[in-house]
């Protein structure tokens, strides 16, 4: 029997105890239902050897060799990471679009005595949900973003916006960059397909009622973009601009970037990827205060050559509503006291944004 996904909401209430992605490696890396397990009934070399054999030689001998290969690698599942699971397991199986594989997988686990089911459509019909939410249905609460240079603690205060229960939607965690090209994280960015399916979850938990505060970004956050949808709201939502003085800024990069200026040849080679921006003096100059360990001058001097000046001219092509808050203090609990006077800030903005 085939599960049919209506909503990605349905994923938080699914009736069963396990999602297993049947697809190969590979397919699970760029994309997968969030919580799945890996459990491939071919691997990356064994589906292109399939696919290349009912393609070129035979369509019957591709699916007599596919099945002795799923009849295997299902085995290894058996004996090894579904070993433990107990008599009245209920896993739900998916593979591309809800073919041969999940079905395959589906029949030999039923055998067994568990009460397995395959979903409707694969991984195609979780990915048609993605698309819709992120690139053509409105956005489905009233929106209004933190701005600011660089180094206002923009991150930080959406997180304390979050622990004091206003909505949130962090992009920059969900693509796992902090927007800059100063920005990678460990482990690096999910793909694009990832990306926009932890973003449409996100949206789907929301209250359309209450508001939303996301961080303004740029078209791109890393190698991702922000969905049509999604960018296409953020280009008209209201905004709250964090003025906070250099230094202070300068003091709270060198402690959000501490993993960055940690490693001083890692640094130094993301410095060198400015230079189509800037002149080889103006580089060396930078790198040398890396080597100084002067890196609250770095800070500085990065934010008045090359940020502060982007920043501006981003913010100057968006015509929306604008509150100017100040603040001078960026420590852990100035960014505690500056989400609560965004918080309080927008049923200030919302009105506006809804011409009331």
């Avoid at 105890?17 to 491939?40: K, M, Q, T, Y």
């Avoid at 199986?93 to 089911?117: D, H, K, M, T």
């Avoid at 949808?229 to 501490?258: G, N």
Wanted: glycine letters at 8%; charged letters at 30%; one cysteine or more.
């Amino acid at each position: 029997m085939a599960y049919r996904l209506e909503r990605l909401t349905d994923l938080d209430a699914l009736p069963f105890d396990e999602v297993i992605d049947a697809r190969s490696p590979a397919e699970f890396a760029e994309d997968h239902l969030p919580g799945a397990l890996s459990l491939p009934v071919l691997d990356d070399e064994e589906r292109a050897r399939v696919g290349t054999i009912y393609v070129q030689e035979s369509r019957f001998r591709a699916r007599r060799i596919g099945a002795a290969l799923v009849a295997r690698n299902v085995a290894k599942h058996l004996e090894g990471p579904l070993a433990d699971r107990p008599g009245g397991w209920k896993p739900l199986i998916y593979c591309w679009r809800g073919g041969q594989r999940s079905g395959s997988f589906a029949l030999i686990l039923r055998e067994v005595g568990w009460r397995a089911e395959t979903l409707e459509g694969g991984w195609k019909s979780w990915r048609r949900l993605v698309v819709r939410a992120v690139q053509e249905d409105p956005f489905p609460a009233p929106l209004v973003l933190i701005d600011g240079n660089t180094g206002t603690g923009k991150t930080d205060i959406l997180a304390a916006l979050s622990r004091g229960g206003v909505q949130v939607i962090d992009l920059e965690g969900l693509a796992n960059h902090r927007g800059s090209l100063l920005g990678a994280r460990p482990g690096g960015q999910p793909s694009q397909k990832r990306f926009e399916g932890r973003l449409a979850m996100a949206l789907a938990r929301l209250d359309p009622h209450r508001p939303v505060v996301m961080e303004a970004e740029s078209s791109r956050i890393g190698r991702l973009s922000i969905p049509p949808a999604v960018w296409k709201a953020m280009k008209t939502a209201p905004r709250i601009v964090l003025d906070v003085p250099t230094e202070e800024r300068a003091r709270y990069l060198v402690r959000a970037y501490a993993d960055v200026i940690a490693d001083r040849a890692l640094l130094e080679a993301r410095i060198e990827s400015l230079r189509p921006w800037h002149a080889r003096e103006v580089i060396e100059a930078w790198q040398q205060m890396v080597r100084q360990g002067r890196f609250e001058a770095l800070a500085a001097d990065l934010m008045a050559r090359h940020y502060d000046t982007r920043y501006a001219r981003q913010r100057a092509r968006a015509d929306v509503p604008v509150r100017i808050l100040p603040h001078d203090d960026l420590s852990p609990a100035g960014i505690e006291l500056a989400a609560g006077r965004v918080a309080a800030l927008l049923p200030e903005l919302l009105p506006i944004r809804a011409g009331m």
